[in-house]
């Protein structure tokens, strides 16, 4: 981060009512990279639908102002197309990762989602959403800092539907032992790696013992291997209502897949809004990152006309990109940016009490950079 953001960030902070809660996130990193990791990254970005364009753009200018070292290779797909275009998928494959706008799933009919087809076919098992209270944006809970981690590619997403007869619908619900614990494993290294204290096994296996009680045990099995971490389980409804009460009492959870979009869509809710909340489906090779909860990641007309979307999200996945590719000083600086942008409140979007465009918000992240 640029010791004049920092001193600016400081500043803002120290005036606020709440100082002593904003003053706690900053951090200061060392970094030492080795000889070439400096060298500018390909990145295949997806506009996508409705807003994704305004606030890949958004994306596009932060990165130049800060000269990034990163390019992006542009393509145009949407929602409404019968598959992902083959040119994508290789670029997603040479580049490993990609930044991705919304892409509309058509509600019923026989199109299914573009979004579950790139997580299948290029096995991104893991989707990560990061529900954290931003400094200086009012919530109604405190404290909450949840990471869910989804299981991304069978369940109830499987899409294993047919008609046994007229007016009788059957759907599948697919879960195996492979994918349960390479989840549960990921969740646990997760953990592990960034300082948590605690997973939730999030599960329905009172009713579903066979399915959820396969996923549940791998994780219990997983846990012995962590004895450093604590672990428990919870059923998901359960799991609702202690989100919307005490969301401050979780840390990381990991889910089936179906679950878990619920479950990261409520605590983004709860932290400050979808329009805020960054996330990335990872596998083994390749990295999509995009805004983190599915709610309102295209969102609607009005805000496509008045460009007035939010690009925070977006914006903070954009950081955890920059993480992945092994530069965190510039992912560093970004979020410092943002984190002022909103401790300081002149420039909102409307989802978070403003009146600000999303050009608004572009240039004060940018003037926050300097």
Known sequence: MSHRSFSILKRVITHHPNSSHLLSFQRSVTYMPRPGDGAPRPVTLIPGDGIGPLVTGAVEQVMEAMHAPVHFEKYEVHGNMKQVPQEVLDSIRKNKVCLKGGLRTPVGGGVSSLNVQLRKELDLYASLVNCFNLPGLPTRHENVDIVVIRENTEGEYSGLEHEVVPGVVESLKVITKFCSERIAKYAFEYAYLNSRKKVTAVHKANIMKLADGLFLESCREVATKYPGIKFNEIIVDNCCMQLVSKPE???????????????????????????????????????????????????????????????????????????????????????????????????????LGGDSTTQQVVDAVIAALD
Do not use: C, W
């Open 249 to 351: 009492q979780f840390d990381v959870m990991v889910t089936p897949n179906l679950y878990g979009n619920l479950v990261a869509n409520t605590a983004a809710g709860i932290a400050g809004g979808t329009g805020v909340m960054p996330g990335g489906n990872v596998g083994a090779d390749y990295a999509v990152f995009e805004q983190g909860a599915s709610a309102g990641n295209v969102g609607n007309t009005n805000l496509v006309e008045q460009k007035r979307a939010n690009p925070i999200a977006l914006l903070l996945s954009s950081a955890m990109m920059l993480r992945h590719l092994q530069f965190p000083s510039f992912a560093d600086r970004l979020e410092t940016a943002i984190k002022f942008v909103i401790a300081e409140g002149k420039y909102r979007t409307k989802d």
